[in-house]
């Protein structure tokens, strides 16, 4: 029986919400928006400079249509 190992990790969340963000044609500013954070938050959050906390995590992941797991998803 073969054993599927996947690795989530926060390090992975930047590069990640990027590609989801990109690939559904969202910018920072309407992201901003859509979650009622500022523009910058966003940003940090794509630059890995700040994390955003699990009750956003879990935001984030609705607006997007996907789930935490694929956010942090290595």
């Known amino acids: 029986m073969a054993t599927i190992v996947t ?3 926060m390090d992975a969340f930047p590069r990640n919400l990027r590609d989801i963000m990109h690939e559904r ?3 920072s500013t309407a992201f901003a928006k859509m979650l009622g954070v500022t523009r910058m938050s ?3 959050w794509r630059a890995g400079r700040t994390d955003p906390t ?3 995590l879990f935001q984030i992941a609705s607006i997007l249509k ?3 797991g694929q956010l942090l998803k290595s």
Request: a negative charge.
């Open 42 to 44: 966003v940003y940090n």
């Open 25 to 27: 044609d969202i910018t």
């Open 7 to 9: 690795t989530f990790s």
């Open 66 to 68: 996907t789930d935490v």
């Open 54 to 56: 699990l009750i956003r």
